[in-house]
């Protein structure tokens, strides 16, 4: 089985991509862990390759080339475009979209990241508004669009193992 987990920041797409990875016992392929590793080899850090990525669509395609390497029939794909990848692609995968309100996704990465939820909802908020508008330049799609999911789940109120129960039951 091939699934795609998609979401935005601090949704929650890796704490259940890793829960996910371990319920079925399949590979996890992570767009932020390759995006972090291109970022390494470039030798500059994680923020000025994501600036460097807004003025350089050769960025995001070579990590989607990464990604589309790695791709096994049986793994789970992480990231905010591998819905919309696998779509594109004709890849056939079940696609998920974990969503959150702005608020509570700033809580999360703040906690996460020791910083004020005030900061850390400002720099979320700059960084999807690029992001929204990298994605429509370089491929034509608008993240605000669901249609392509098999599966939307605000993860607002819920804890990720009852995500993860919901993801199981539908896929079986």
Same mark, same amino acid.
């Given at each position: 089985?091939? !699934?795609?987990?998609?979401?935005?920041?601090?949704?929650?797409?890796?704490?259940?991509?890793?829960?996910? %990875?371990?319920?079925?016992?399949?590979?996890?392929?992570?767009?932020?862990? !390759?995006?972090?590793?291109?970022?390494? +080899?470039?030798?500059? %850090?994680?923020?000025?390759?994501?600036?460097?990525?807004?003025?350089?669509?050769?960025?995001?395609?070579?990590?989607?080339?990464?990604?589309?390497?790695?791709?096994?029939?049986?793994?789970?794909?992480?990231?905010?475009?591998?819905?919309?990848?696998?779509?594109?692609?004709?890849?056939?995968?079940? #696609?998920?979209?974990?969503?959150?309100?702005?608020?509570?996704?700033?809580?999360?990465?703040?906690?996460?990241?020791?910083? %004020?939820? #005030?900061?850390?909802?400002?720099?979320?908020?700059?960084?999807?508004?690029?992001?929204?508008?990298?994605?429509? #330049? *370089?491929?034509?799609?608008?993240?605000?669009?669901? %249609?392509?999911?098999?599966?939307?789940?605000?993860?607002?109120?819920?804890?990720?193992?009852? *995500?993860?129960?919901?993801?199981?039951?539908?896929? +079986?």
């Amino acid at each position: 089985m091939l !699934i795609t987990i998609s979401g935005l920041p601090g949704s929650g797409t890796t704490t259940i991509a890793n829960l996910l %990875s371990k319920a079925l016992n399949l590979k996890l392929i992570s767009s932020g862990e !390759i995006f972090r590793e291109l970022a390494i +080899k470039k030798g500059i %850090s994680l923020e000025e390759f994501g600036e460097l990525a807004e003025t350089n669509s050769e960025i995001d395609k070579e990590l989607d080339d990464n990604i589309l390497k790695m791709v096994k029939e049986k793994s789970i794909v992480e990231g905010r475009l591998t819905g919309f990848m696998f779509h594109k692609n004709n890849i056939q995968a079940f #696609k998920i979209w974990i969503d959150a309100p702005l608020e509570i996704r700033a809580k999360r990465v703040a906690d996460r990241e020791g910083k %004020s939820v #005030k900061q850390t909802k400002k720099e979320i908020k700059k960084r999807e508004r690029c992001e929204l508008n990298r994605y429509k #330049k *370089i491929y034509g799609i608008d993240l605000r669009e669901k %249609s392509i999911y098999d599966l939307v789940i605000n993860s607002k109120d819920k804890k990720p193992e009852k *995500i993860l129960d919901i993801i199981l039951n539908k896929i +079986k």
